[in-house]
Nanobody
C-alpha cells in the first residue's frame, strides 16, 4: 500500500485547511486510515482515524470539535478538515494505514503504511 498526502500549507490562526490522502496498491485491504502529526522536537502523535468497516472515527482531545476526518472508500481517499487552526497545530502531518480493523489503533507502531508527510504551519 502506498499513501500520498497533500494539502498542507501556511495559514493564520483561526483559518482552515483540508488535507487529503490517497491510497494505492493493495488499498482494498486497508481497514483503518489515520492522520498523525509530528512537531519539531516532539514525538509523532495521533490526530484522528477512520475505520472503513463501520465508518467509526476517533480524535485526539486536542483536535476534537475542530478537525473532522472523512473518507471515500471507493476512491481509497481520506480527508482531514482542519478548522480554527492554532499555532500549536503546526507540524508535519502524516497519513497512515493498517490492514487490521481494530477500534483502538491510535499508536504509530500500530500502523504499517505511511505517507510522506505534508507540512502545516499556523502563525499567530
Amino acid at each position: 500500500v502506498q499513501l500520498q498526502a497533500s494539502g498542507g500549507g501556511s495559514v493564520q490562526a483561526g483559518e482552515s485547511l483540508r488535507l487529503s490522502c490517497v491510497a494505492s496498491g493493495s488499498a482494498f485491504s486497508v481497514g483503518v486510515m489515520a492522520w498523525f502529526r509530528q512537531a519539531p522536537g516532539k514525538e509523532r502523535e495521533f490526530v484522528s482515524r477512520i475505520r472503513w468497516g463501520d465508518a467509526s472515527t476517533s480524535y485526539a482531545d486536542s483536535v476534537k470539535g475542530r478537525f473532522t476526518i472523512s473518507g471515500d472508500r471507493a476512491k481509497y481517499m481520506v480527508f482531514l478538515q482542519m478548522n480554527s487552526l492554532k499555532p500549536e497545530d503546526t507540524a508535519v502531518y502524516y497519513c497512515a494505514a493498517v490492514l487490521g480493523s481494530g477500534p483502538y489503533y491510535v499508536r504509530p507502531a500500530q500502523y504499517t503504511y505511511w505517507g510522506q508527510g505534508t507540512l502545516v504551519t499556523v502563525s499567530s
